[in-house]
Nanobody
Protein backbone atom coordinates (compact mmCIF):
# COMPACT_ATOMS: atom_id res chain seq x y z
CA UNK A 1 0.00 0.00 0.00
CA UNK A 2 1.51 3.29 -1.12
CA UNK A 3 1.39 6.10 1.41
CA UNK A 4 1.87 9.76 0.50
CA UNK A 5 2.61 12.57 2.93
CA UNK A 6 2.58 16.19 1.76
CA UNK A 7 4.36 19.05 3.46
CA UNK A 8 5.43 22.62 2.81
CA UNK A 9 2.09 24.41 2.71
CA UNK A 10 1.42 27.65 4.54
CA UNK A 11 0.53 31.31 4.27
CA UNK A 12 2.36 33.44 1.71
CA UNK A 13 1.86 36.91 0.27
CA UNK A 14 0.92 37.41 -3.38
CA UNK A 15 4.01 37.20 -5.54
CA UNK A 16 5.76 34.93 -3.06
CA UNK A 17 6.96 31.34 -3.35
CA UNK A 18 6.40 28.01 -1.66
CA UNK A 19 7.82 24.55 -2.29
CA UNK A 20 5.61 21.54 -1.58
CA UNK A 21 7.01 18.08 -0.98
CA UNK A 22 5.32 14.70 -1.14
CA UNK A 23 7.15 11.76 0.39
CA UNK A 24 6.10 8.30 -0.75
CA UNK A 25 6.51 4.95 0.96
CA UNK A 26 5.27 1.40 0.50
CA UNK A 27 5.94 1.05 -3.21
CA UNK A 28 8.60 1.30 -5.90
CA UNK A 29 8.50 5.06 -6.40
CA UNK A 30 10.19 5.03 -9.79
CA UNK A 31 7.31 3.02 -11.26
CA UNK A 32 4.71 5.66 -10.42
CA UNK A 33 3.51 8.66 -12.32
CA UNK A 34 3.07 11.49 -9.84
CA UNK A 35 0.83 14.50 -9.80
CA UNK A 36 -0.34 17.49 -7.82
CA UNK A 37 -4.02 18.45 -7.63
CA UNK A 38 -5.72 21.23 -5.72
CA UNK A 39 -9.16 21.95 -4.37
CA UNK A 40 -10.49 25.31 -3.25
CA UNK A 41 -13.62 25.57 -1.07
CA UNK A 42 -16.78 24.95 -3.09
CA UNK A 43 -14.92 23.78 -6.17
CA UNK A 44 -13.94 20.47 -7.74
CA UNK A 45 -10.46 19.07 -7.38
CA UNK A 46 -8.37 20.15 -10.35
CA UNK A 47 -5.14 18.96 -11.88
CA UNK A 48 -2.15 21.23 -11.35
CA UNK A 49 0.83 19.31 -12.72
CA UNK A 50 2.07 15.80 -13.45
CA UNK A 51 5.39 14.08 -13.94
CA UNK A 52 5.77 10.64 -15.50
CA UNK A 53 8.14 7.84 -14.58
CA UNK A 54 10.39 9.16 -17.34
CA UNK A 55 10.14 12.78 -16.03
CA UNK A 56 7.83 14.04 -18.73
CA UNK A 57 5.83 16.94 -17.33
CA UNK A 58 2.43 18.55 -17.85
CA UNK A 59 1.03 21.76 -16.37
CA UNK A 60 -2.41 23.27 -16.20
CA UNK A 61 -2.61 26.53 -18.14
CA UNK A 62 -3.32 28.44 -14.94
CA UNK A 63 0.09 27.56 -13.46
CA UNK A 64 2.27 27.20 -16.56
CA UNK A 65 5.42 29.30 -16.26
CA UNK A 66 4.96 29.78 -12.49
CA UNK A 67 5.01 26.23 -11.06
CA UNK A 68 7.61 23.51 -11.54
CA UNK A 69 7.11 19.83 -10.75
CA UNK A 70 10.10 17.57 -10.15
CA UNK A 71 10.91 14.23 -8.60
CA UNK A 72 13.83 12.61 -6.80
CA UNK A 73 13.56 8.84 -7.05
CA UNK A 74 16.48 8.38 -4.64
CA UNK A 75 14.37 9.77 -1.78
CA UNK A 76 10.93 8.80 -3.18
CA UNK A 77 9.75 12.41 -3.22
CA UNK A 78 7.94 14.65 -5.67
CA UNK A 79 8.09 18.43 -5.39
CA UNK A 80 6.05 21.38 -6.55
CA UNK A 81 7.91 24.68 -6.68
CA UNK A 82 5.35 27.47 -6.77
CA UNK A 83 6.50 30.97 -7.72
CA UNK A 84 4.66 34.25 -8.34
CA UNK A 85 1.76 32.97 -6.30
CA UNK A 86 -1.66 34.54 -6.71
CA UNK A 87 -4.67 34.63 -4.36
CA UNK A 88 -6.48 32.27 -6.74
CA UNK A 89 -3.82 29.64 -6.02
CA UNK A 90 -5.28 29.31 -2.53
CA UNK A 91 -6.41 25.70 -2.05
CA UNK A 92 -5.64 22.39 -0.42
CA UNK A 93 -2.94 20.73 -2.51
CA UNK A 94 -2.98 16.95 -2.87
CA UNK A 95 -0.29 14.59 -4.06
CA UNK A 96 -1.29 11.64 -6.24
CA UNK A 97 0.55 8.50 -7.35
CA UNK A 98 -0.63 6.33 -10.25
CA UNK A 99 0.94 2.98 -11.03
CA UNK A 100 1.02 -0.62 -9.81
CA UNK A 101 -1.99 -1.19 -7.60
CA UNK A 102 -3.94 1.82 -8.78
CA UNK A 103 -4.14 5.46 -7.68
CA UNK A 104 -3.16 6.72 -4.26
CA UNK A 105 -3.72 10.10 -2.59
CA UNK A 106 -2.12 12.06 0.19
CA UNK A 107 -4.04 13.89 2.89
CA UNK A 108 -3.38 17.34 1.46
CA UNK A 109 -1.61 20.50 2.58
CA UNK A 110 -3.16 23.97 2.77
CA UNK A 111 -1.74 26.81 0.69
CA UNK A 112 -3.09 30.28 1.38
CA UNK A 113 -2.03 33.28 -0.69
CA UNK A 114 -3.10 36.49 0.98
CA UNK A 115 -1.76 39.86 2.04
Amino acid sequence: QVQLVESGGGLVQPGGSLKLSCAASGGIFSLYGMGWFRQAPGTQRELVATITENTGTYYADSVKGRFTISRDNAVSTVYLQMDRLKPEDTAVYFCCATGPGGTHWGQGTQVTVSS
